[in-house]
C-alpha cells in the first residue's frame, strides 16, 4: 500500500509503516518523542479498514487510566482498550467470580502489626539484621524502622509481581541471618494471604495472577500492548495465556530507555527478550522522533547508553537547537526559580516543571507561588507540574528539572535497595541504572530546551556527567544568567 498513510492529520514515516503493513507477531522499539501512540493508532486503522478485523477483535492494553484514556479520546474505533487490571478484572466477571478489592494499606497494616507484635527472638534477630545497637522499643519509633518496614512490603511486590516461589531462591546463596530473616517475611506475607482469604479479597497482583488461571475465550484476533518496557512476569504470564487460549497476535511498543517503574515489580529483561517468550517475532525499531532537537537526542542518547543493558538506537530529529539543556546553579532556590520562569514567560506559556519526589516543589517556592494539584502559579502564570514519573508521555516546549543536588533525595535518588533485595532480584545493571533512565524521561520531555536547577556548592554525580557529554557534542556549556 502507499507509504502516504495518514492518522489523525500526521503522515506516518517508513519506520511506522513497517509495523502497518507486518503480519507478524512484534516488538517496536521507540525512542522518547518518536511516535508510539500514533503508530499503535495507524495499526489499529490498517487492520480494521484494509485486513478487515472487526473492532471488537483487537484490545489495546497499556500501563495507566492516563494512557488508556489517552488512546480511547484519540481513537476513532470502539476498540477495546484495558489497564492490565481492567483487562483482569473483565475477566474475572466473565468467569462469574465473586471477590472485594483489599485496600492498598492492608499489606503496610498488617507488616506494622508483626514487627510491633513479634516475639524476643525475632526482634533480636531484626536488630541483628538491621546492625543496630538500641532497644527494640527505640527502634520502633526510629527511621530505621521505616526503611525496614518499606523493605518488607517492596519485598513481597518484587516477590508477587516476578511470580516467584521457593524454587527461585534455592540456588542463591544465602547467609544464615539473611534465611532467618526471610522467615519472617514469609509469615508476614502468609499473615497477608490469610487476611485477605477471611473476606475473599484481592490486591491488584492477585487480580492478574487469578485472571491468568481462568478461562477466558475471547474473540481477540491482536493484542497491542502499550508502554511495554513497564512489564512484570504476571502481565507477561496473562498475556501468554489469552494468546494461546485465543490463538492471537500480538504487538507491543515501548522504549526500553524509559523503564522506570522496577520499584513496583517491572523487569526490564521482559522486554529486552521479548523474542523468548512469543514466536515468529519482528523487531521494528522507529528511529525517527519528533520532539526533540538532534543535538538533545546526541546527548541524552550518549548518557543513557551508560548501562550497558540498554537496546542501541540511533535516533534522528530534523529539529534543531544548538542550546537544548540549560544549567542553572542556584544558591537560592526560589529566587532562582522566579528569575527563571520569568525569563520563559517571555518566550512561552507551556512550560513544565519536575521533580524527582512530590516533596521537592516546597523547597522552591514561597508566598509568591500558588501550588494546585498538577498546576504551579507564578505571576498569573500557569506552569504544569509534575513528577518525572507522571510526566511520561507528556512534552511541553520548556522543562525545568528541580534538585539535581548530591543528596540522598536529590537525583539521582541516593536510597539503594537493601542488598538482599538485590540478591534476591538482581537484574545485573549499573549503579543508579533506574536513575538514569528517569534522568533522561525528565530531559526528553521539552520540544525546545530543558533548564537544570541545582546547587551550585553541590551538583549531582548526573549534572557532573553531562556537562562533560554537552562539551564533548556541542564544544561550550550554556548557563542561565
Not at 506516518?12 to 522518547?32: K, P, T
Not at 526500553?256 to 527478550?273: A, K, P, V
Not at 507564578?378 to 534538585?403: C, Q, R
Request: net charge positive.
Amino acid at each position: 500500500m502507499s507509504k502516504n498513510y495518514i492518522i489523525n492529520n500526521y503522515e506516518l514515516d517508513d519506520f511506522q509503516m513497517e509495523l502497518i503493513n507486518s503480519n507478524n507477531n512484534s516488538i517496536v522499539i521507540a525512542g522518547a518523542g518518536a511516535g508510539k501512540t500514533l503508530t499503535i493508532l495507524g495499526k489499529v486503522k490498517f487492520l480494521i479498514e484494509n485486513d478487515k478485523i472487526n473492532p471488537s477483535e483487537i484490545a489495546i492494553i497499556s500501563f495507566t487510566n492516563a494512557s488508556t484514556n489517552d488512546i480511547k479520546r484519540k481513537l476513532n474505533f470502539n476498540v477495546n482498550v484495558f489497564t492490565f487490571h481492567k483487562l483482569a478484572i473483565e475477566i474475572l466477571k466473565r468467569n462469574k467470580l465473586e471477590y472485594n478489592i483489599c485496600s492498598d494499606n492492608l499489606l503496610p497494616y498488617i507488616t506494622s502489626e508483626y514487627l510491633h507484635t513479634c516475639d524476643i527472638t525475632n526482634q533480636n534477630l531484626i536488630l541483628k539484621f538491621l546492625k543496630i545497637k538500641i532497644s527494640y522499643s527505640q527502634f520502633l519509633k526510629s527511621p530505621q524502622f521505616s526503611a525496614f518496614h518499606k523493605f518488607i512490603i517492596t519485598f513481597i511486590n518484587l516477590w508477587k509481581t516476578n511470580n516467584y516461589n521457593y524454587n527461585n531462591i534455592k540456588n542463591i546463596k544465602l547467609a544464615k541471618l539473611e534465611k532467618k530473616v526471610l522467615t519472617v517475611i514469609f509469615t508476614i506475607y502468609q499473615n497477608y494471604i490469610i487476611e485477605k482469604a477471611s473476606t475473599n479479597s484481592y490486591d491488584f497482583d492477585d487480580l492478574i495472577i487469578k485472571a491468568t488461571q481462568l478461562s477466558f475465550n475471547s474473540n481477540f484476533k491482536y493484542i497491542i500492548i502499550d508502554e511495554f518496557q513497564d512489564t512484570s512476569f504476571i502481565r507477561l504470564n496473562l498475556i501468554k495465556e489469552l494468546c494461546k487460549k485465543n490463538n492471537c497476535k500480538i504487538i507491543v511498543v515501548g522504549d526500553d530507555w524509559q523503564s522506570i517503574y522496577r520499584f513496583s515489580g517491572c523487569d526490564l529483561n521482559i522486554f529486552i527478550n521479548f523474542h523468548k517468550h512469543f514466536n515468529n517475532v519482528k523487531t521494528i525499531k522507529l528511529v525517527n522522533t519528533y520532539r526533540n532537537s538532534q543535538e538533545l537526542i546526541n546527548i541524552a542518547s550518549e548518557f543513557v547508553m551508560r548501562n550497558h543493558k540498554q537496546i542501541k538506537k540511533k535516533l534522528k530529529s530534523s529539529i534543531h537547537i544548538n542550546s537544548p539543556l540549560i544549567f542553572a546553579p542556584y544558591t537560592k532556590k526560589a529566587d532562582s526559580l522566579k528569575a527563571i520562569l520569568t525569563h520563559l514567560y517571555k518566550l512561552s506559556n507551556d512550560i513544565m516543571i519536575l521533580t524527582r519526589n512530590n516533596q521537592d516543589i516546597y523547597e522552591y517556592i514561597d508566598k509568591d507561588f500558588i501550588l494546585l494539584n498538577n498546576e504551579l502559579i507564578y505571576n498569573d502564570h500557569i506552569n504544569k507540574f509534575y513528577t518525572i514519573h507522571k510526566s511520561k508521555g507528556l512534552e511541553s516546549e520548556y522543562v525545568i528539572l528541580l534538585n539535581c543536588n548530591n543528596e540522598i533525595l536529590g537525583i539521582p535518588n541516593q536510597i539503594e535497595n537493601h542488598p538482599l533485595i538485590d540478591k534476591i532480584f538482581s537484574n545485573n545493571e549499573i549503579k543508579f541504572a533506574e536513575e538514569r533512565r528517569l534522568f533522561y524521561v525528565a530531559i526528553t520531555r521539552c520540544k525546545k530546551q530543558t533548564i537544570l536547577m541545582y546547587d551550585k556548592n553541590n551538583p549531582s554525580v548526573f549534572i557532573k556527567e553531562i556537562k562533560r557529554i554537552v562539551i564533548k557534542q556541542l564544544g561550550k556549556i550554556e548557563y542561565f544568567k
